[in-house]
């Protein structure tokens, strides 16, 4: 019975915690009067993407509330938004686009640049005191990796700290 009533409680606080990290989001979110700080690829990133790249900061004074890197490659798009307290990553959207090949008589002759993009992957992950509490994700994967939790976390506290810096 004392079991079940600490799953009941974590959960509680689970689902408590999430609310307050959707809240907290969009009130960044809403903010009209965000700075903006924006850096290319070659500052940023470790291997320079097929369509290039960047990374934009949002700030509110000195302190970086969100951030969001976009990756252009030779079939689609990658983009992962992060949001900070302070300095502490609490979400992360991750959403990728495949574009849509073009055919002749079944035959594949390239990339449709006038259609929009098909959504194949979305994900969602909130975290507390660098602990992934919750993920939630629809389609597969095509551009990136399953999660790995702290190779996830690292890549973010660096990239955040470039953005920082620079």
């Known amino acids: 019975m004392l079991t ?3 799953l009941s409680s974590f959960a509680q606080r689970q689902d408590e915690l999430i609310s307050t990290i959707k809240l907290k989001v969009e009130k960044i979110d809403a903010q009209g009067d965000l700075q903006e700080r924006t850096l290319d690829q070659h ?3 470790k291997e320079i993407s097929d369509g290039g790249g960047e990374l934009t900061g949002y700030f509110v004074k000195l302190d ?3 951030m969001k890197m ?5 079939s689609g798009f990658l983009e992962v938004t ?3 307290q302070d300095s502490e990553l609490i ?5 990728e686009r495949k574009l849509i090949g073009e055919y002749e008589d079944e035959d594949w002759i390239g990339w449709d640049f006038t259609a929009e993009p098909d959504t194949i992957f979305e994900a969602s992950y909130y975290f507390d005191h ?3 509490i919750d993920e939630t994700n629809r389609g597969e994967q095509y551009f990136s990796y399953p999660l790995e939790i702290q190779e996830f976390l690292e890549n973010t506290d ?3 700290k470039t953005l920082i810096d620079n």
Do not use: D, H, P
């Open 4 to 6: 079940m009533c600490s």
């Open 43 to 45: 500052t940023f990133m």
């Open 64 to 66: 970086l509330v969100k």
């Open 70 to 74: 976009e990756q252009i490659l030779s």
């Open 82 to 84: 992060y949001y900070f």
């Open 91 to 95: 979400y992360a959207y991750q959403v």
């Open 130 to 132: 660098q602990r992934l």
């Open 158 to 160: 660096q990239v955040r």
